[in-house]
């Protein structure tokens, strides 16, 4: 188990180009020996070309891999002591079940009785217990993901699990399942786990860190509460949380006052630059409430529709030429063709160009 | 409708049962005929229509002092050239294809595609446009009429079909299969024998199967590279031939010819059914 520092690392497929893409772009990130963490992005934001170089299959054209104090960066796979785990289940097809679980134990010769007792440690965890003597290759795509996962948690000393998405293969019921195992073996066994995935709730509920990327860069990385209460750019605030943050294009008045249309709001923020002409303001659908009558920082909207999810109600509304969304309590009686929104002073964000001030 | 689907499947399919079946059939039955019985009109059923006779088949196995052609020597011969160029082949094909496959090369403008494309090209050439290259080849390292010297001309027609399917049977192994072992603590050469090699078995028997048929069959450079002392089967048949055509011991010599790709193709065969080579295949 080791602290994996990724040191001013950039990489691209076309090192010789004139004018290379960059899959990623540089910068730094430090991964603490334990840690849960979720990598977070759209597709081809970069997320497995980072798990790759972690890994050792991709070397990084720019920057420096550490684990701990040691330098890894053309430090070859093999001998970087990593798990992997694919999107889509590795098995070895030949093999059974039992030799698949063994075989990086085998590869890196430990004594037969350890293998034996590791082996079968591992296929209680994940309930393969017993298929051991199976071939491989006729278990279902569930049970075969679990095999891949498998060969990632018997050996003890790796420095880092790295899971590039997963559980896609694996039905909901046993996914949830499985997240909450992988929680355990992280607690129990204090190694680094590296979940990407694409889809917001499962790096909320798995991870303790979240970094979202996208483009090939780092844009936050931060707990899932900071995430989503202080977005740091508009994308992350678009990116998580469901319905996608309000965001509105508007103009200050002064250091601590915006107009969106004809509306003006409070804010917290310090606005410095008053003239930008790329400001922005973002409110979670969560934070906004619905009044009796005007106060401070509210507005007027017509009802576009009021949507029923059981444990909330979801208010689309319109003010001047913008769309609002408004998650409310579902015993709320919402006003067919008026409401009034509130949008309070301390959850709103404000961006200039698509940053938060 | 269903129904209709089943009757012209199965008619189908006996018909074409009929066009594989009707050869054999002829060969076999023309096979223990003597010379009255081809030529004085069709006959089909043996003892009413004509009286069998191992005629055919004795010439097969008689030296030449008494008639005969002797196909045993070149029988053997042909075996051994076969078999020895296709394992060769499939040994330095599997390993060519596999690094065309994974590793990325690059020499100019020629690039991984364009190497798989030189391979494959070999085979396009008609062959007689290699018979000379192939002779002076030959005569130069002084092989020419020897086992080793058709071995030698059999890897280089073999060996691009061996490359062409296992380049393309690597394509659909997934390449996170060769980066797992590497994760699991295999070197590259070891992810290659314990992990890919045993999952490629399916693809080595197809590529083994189709060089082990255009080995086998090749008339070509067997007749231009031989003279007296090494003789391959299908010369040695060819050389049946005279001014009267024996088709009775024709027969015999093609049916005898046959039985091994026969056989190797009923061994193949049960792991085709199994599905384990629809990934070779498709």
């Known amino acids: 188990m080791a602290k994996i520092i990724l040191e001013n690392i950039a990489h691209t497929y076309e090192p010789n180009a004139s004018n290379p893409i960059f899959a990623l772009k540089e910068m730094s990130l430090s991964w603490a020996d334990g840690g849960r963490y979720a990598l977070l992005g759209p597709s081809g934001c970069g997320k497995t070309t980072m798990l790759n170089i972690m890994s050792g299959l991709v070397n990084p054209s720019h920057g420096k891999v550490f684990f701990d104090e040691r330098e890894v960066t053309s430090m070859i796979t093999e001998e970087r002591n990593i798990a992997q785990v694919f999107q889509f289940p590795v098995i070895y097809g030949t093999m059974t079940v039992f030799e698949n679980l063994a075989f990086p134990l085998k590869c890196r010769q430990f004594p037969e009785d350890q293998i034996e007792r590791k082996v079968k440690e591992v296929a209680e965890i994940l309930n393969l217990q017993d298929y051991l003597n199976n071939r491989a290759k006729g278990l279902t795509a569930d049970q075969k993901q679990l095999i891949s996962l498998g060969r990632g948690l018997v050996r003890e000393d790796v420095a880092a699990i790295l899971m590039d998405e997963p559980l896609t293969v694996i039905d909901p019921d046993l996914k949830f399942r499985l997240r909450r195992k992988l929680k355990e073996i992280n607690d129990k066994y204090k190694t680094t786990l590296i979940y990407v995935t694409h889809d917001q709730n499962e790096a909320m509920t798995f991870a303790d860190n979240i970094i979202v990327m996208d483009q090939g860069e780092v844009v936050q990385a931060g707990s899932p509460k900071d995430l989503f209460e202080r977005p740091q750019t508009t994308f992350v605030g678009y990116f998580i949380g469901s319905p996608a943050m309000n965001l509105y294009e508007c103009s200050a008045s002064s250091k601590n006052e915006i107009s969106i249309g004809s509306n003006s709001f409070k804010v917290q923020a310090n606005i410095n630059n008053y003239n930008s002409e790329n400001l922005k303001l973002g409110i979670r659908s969560e934070y906004i409430t619905v009044e009796n009558e005007h106060t401070d920082n509210s507005l007027e909207a017509d009802v576009i529709e009021v949507e029923d999810f059981g444990n909330y109600k979801l208010v689309t509304a319109s003010f001047d030429s913008f769309r609002i969304k408004a998650k409310v309590k579902r015993e709320l009686d919402i006003p067919s063709e008026k409401v009034i929104l509130k949008l309070p002073a301390e959850h709103c964000c404000i961006y200039e160009d698509n940053k938060l001030i | ?282």
Request: with cysteine; aromatic share 16%; charged share 10%.
């Open chain 2, 1 to 282: 409708m269903p129904k209709l689907y089943t009757f012209l499947k199965y008619f189908f399919v006996v018909i074409w049962a009929c066009f594989v079946i009707a050869p054999f059939l002829w060969a076999i039955s023309t096979s223990f005929k003597d010379f009255n019985s081809v030529t004085g009109g069709a006959t089909y059923i043996p003892w009413l229509q004509f009286e069998p006779t191992l005629d055919g088949w004795s010439v097969l196995f008689k030296p030449g002092s008494q008639g005969g052609i002797n196909i045993i020597g070149p029988y053997f011969n042909s075996i051994f050239v076969t078999l020895t160029a296709s394992l060769i082949s499939i040994v330095l094909g599997t390993l060519a294809a596999y690094a065309l496959s994974r590793y990325t090369f690059k020499a100019g403008i020629v690039k991984n595609n364009d190497i798989t494309f030189f391979f494959i090209s070999q085979r396009i050439m008609p062959p007689v446009v290699l018979s000379i290259p192939f002779f002076i080849f030959l005569s130069s390292l002084g092989l020419l009429d020897s086992l080793a010297g058709l071995i030698l001309v059999y890897i280089v027609l073999l060996m691009p079909i061996a490359v062409w399917i296992m380049v393309d049977f690597f394509n659909r192994v997934p390449r996170e299969i060769d980066e797992t072992a590497l994760i699991d603590g295999c070197n590259p050469f070891q992810a290659f024998f314990k992990v890919v090699l045993p999952n490629s078995v399916p693809g080595m028997l197809v590529a083994g199967l189709f060089c082990i048929i255009f080995g086998w069959i090749d008339f070509f450079f067997a007749f231009i590279l031989t003279f007296t002392k090494v003789q391959l089967l299908p010369v040695k048949i060819v050389a049946l031939n005279s001014s009267i055509t024996p088709w009775w011991s024709l027969s015999a010599a093609a049916l005898v010819s046959v039985a091994p790709l026969i056989i190797v193709a009923f061994i193949v065969e049960r792991y085709l059914s199994k599905g384990n080579l629809s990934g070779a295949l498709k």
